[in-house]
T-cell receptor, first 113, second 113 residues
Framework: SQELEQSPQSLIVQEGKNLTINCTSS?????LYWYKQKYGEGLIFLMM?????EEKSHEKITAKLDEKKQQSSLHITASQPSHAGIYLC?????????????FGEGTQLTVNP | KAGVTQTPRYLIKTRGQQVTLSCSPI?????VSWYQQTPGQGLQFLFE???????NKGNFPGRFSGRQFSNSRSEMNVSTLELGDSALYLC???FGTGREKLFFGSGTQLSVL
C-alpha cells in the first residue's frame, strides 16, 4: 500500500517568513492533493496536482509535484496567522483514482504574530 | 450552494453500543466517502459509496458498515463500539467521475467511554 511521509511534523514560524512542507510517497504519484485542517474540523481543499513538474498557486501558497522524486512540496510566502493549521497531503493510486486517498500524518503549522 | 453536512457534530457512547452517523453531500454529487481520523493512526479511508453501491473499502473490521440512499445521502454504522473507535469521522463528497477534489464535511466527533 502507498505511504506518504510529511516533513516537518510541526513548524513554528514568525509572521512574514516563508516556509516549505514536503510530502514524499513510497510509490508513484498519480494524483496528489493538499488540504488544510483546523483542529477537530473538516479538511479544506487547497490544490490538486496530477502531472510531473506541475505547479499551482493560490494566493500565497504554491504547490509543486516532482514525479521522479515521488515528492510534492507546499510553499507559503510571507506567512500570516491565518495560515496556521494542519496541512495534509493525500494521494490516490492509479487503479483507485478518486475518493480513496491515502494521507500523510500532517504538518502542524503555527504562525506567531 | 450548501456544503457537505454531517450530523451529529458530537456524540458520546459507551462500549458495546452502536452508532449511526449521517452525511448529506453537496447537491449533484453522487460519491460519498468516509474517513476516520485519530491522533495515532491519522486519516484513514473507511469506504466509498457511489450510486447506492459500495465502490471501495478500506481495511476496517465488519463492525463498520455504511449505505447510501437514492438521494446520495449516506450513513455509516459502527456496531459493538470499542474504546479505540473514538475518533473524528469525516465524510467527503464528489461527482465520483475520476480524479477530482473531495469536499469534506466538518466531521462527527465520536467519544466512546
Amino acid at each position: 500500500s502507498q505511504e506518504l511521509e510529511q516533513s516537518p511534523q510541526s513548524l513554528i514560524v514568525q509572521e512574514g517568513k516563508n516556509l516549505t512542507i514536503n510530502c514524499t510517497s513510497s510509490k508513484t504519484l498519480y494524483g496528489l492533493y493538499w488540504y488544510k485542517q483546523k483542529y477537530g474540523e473538516g479538511l479544506i481543499f487547497l490544490m490538486m496536482l496530477q502531472k510531473g513538474g506541475e505547479e499551482k498557486s493560490h494566493e500565497k501558497i504554491t504547490a509543486k509535484l516532482d514525479e521522479k522524486k515521488q515528492q510534492s512540496s507546499l510553499h507559503i510566502t510571507a506567512s500570516q496567522p491565518s495560515h496556521a493549521g494542519i496541512y495534509l497531503c493525500g494521494a490516490d493510486g492509479y487503479e483507485t483514482s478518486g475518493s480513496r486517498l491515502t494521507f500523510g500524518e500532517g504538518t502542524q503549522l503555527t504562525v506567531n504574530p | 450552494k450548501a456544503g457537505v453536512t454531517q450530523t451529529p457534530r458530537y456524540l458520546i457512547k459507551t462500549r458495546g453500543q452502536q452508532v449511526t452517523l449521517s452525511c448529506s453531500p453537496i447537491s449533484g454529487h453522487r460519491s460519498v466517502s468516509w474517513y476516520q481520523q485519530t491522533p495515532g493512526q491519522g486519516l484513514q479511508f473507511l469506504f466509498e459509496y457511489f450510486s447506492e453501491t459500495q465502490r471501495n473499502k478500506g481495511n476496517f473490521p465488519g463492525r463498520f458498515s455504511g449505505r447510501q440512499f437514492s438521494n446520495s445521502r449516506s450513513e455509516m454504522n459502527v456496531s459493538t463500539l470499542e474504546l479505540g473507535d473514538s475518533a473524528l469521522y469525516l465524510c467527503a463528497s464528489s461527482f465520483g467521475t475520476g480524479r477530482e477534489k473531495l469536499f469534506f464535511g466538518s466531521g462527527t466527533q465520536l467519544s466512546v467511554l
